[in-house]
């Protein structure tokens, strides 16, 4: 019979495997071992903040923040509903999202400026119009510019109440600056460089935001009917609930207004603590990446440019 260590250890393996192939895909294993061993330069040195958060179980809670959040721009949504397969091919959509953050963050240069690349060939191919005539394309660097903002603000606030180690303000600034270089390398306008023209940014947008037939079938699809077995429908529910409260009150409100979704009326005290509760229980499983071979040679490009 198993002892009582082996079998935690098994169930901790278990759980560890089942997470990261949710996220990371069939090829998970392979682009990881790639990204963190592969010698070379990188974009942003090991000590840089962007690693800090982008490598925290933080981010489950404020990616899918920033999915719900970036639906509340009705254009960009547009472009998102037509063309990103997310209803499709939700688990597809997350492996490639994740393998980016990931190479950009962890990856060499080389492969950062390819993965880049890759993103900016597709966006150039991806035009259309919202239901209301507007035309849009994939490549607008406002609309980029959205996506970063979302993104941004939803990644460091998620790691500012659940991450392992929150940054200091300095650190704050210095995320948002490793940041915008990768958003800079897209395309996207005026990505900031740090919490004042976060701050800035997000205020420029809000006019435009507004809930839509869109962002509301979105909503739905991820806080009340996610393509998971039934098992992990309850640690779901706790994400879910975290990601909501982290949005700013108003973005609360015009996301889950009509969705039906527990998350909204989940008390605040009551999300948070599941946050936690998540968030832990996913450190906990999955293991640390592998170590980096490269040394980071005198002279490389690693500053947050």
Known sequence: MAS?????????RQAGEAVFQRVAGPDGARNRERIHATPGPRWFAPDRPVGRVHGDASMFVGGLAALLLQSLHPVAMAAVAAHSGYRG?????LH??????????????????AAVACVRAVHARVRGRTADGVP??????ELLGWVHVAEADCFLRAHQRYGRAPLDPAGCDAYLADTARVARALGADRPPRDVRELAVRMAEYRPVLR?????????????TDPPLPGAARLP?????????DLLPGWARTAVTAGSGAAAERMPGVAA???????????RWALPPAPGRAAQYPAGQDSSSG
């Open 4 to 12: 009582p260590t082996t079998a935690v250890r098994r169930l901790r």
């Open 89 to 93: 091919d939700p688990w597809g959509r």
């Open 96 to 113: 490639r999202t994740s393998t980016f953050l990931a190479v950009t963050t962890f990856g060499t240069s080389a492969d950062a400026e």
């Open 136 to 141: 849009y394309r994939a490549d607008d660097p």
């Open 211 to 223: 809930p839509t037939d869109a962002s509301r079938d979105t909503a739905r699809f991820l806080l």
């Open 236 to 244: 779901y529910a706790l994400l879910a609930a975290a990601a909501v």
């Open 272 to 282: 948070r603590a599941g946050g936690h509760v998540v968030t832990r229980a996913i």
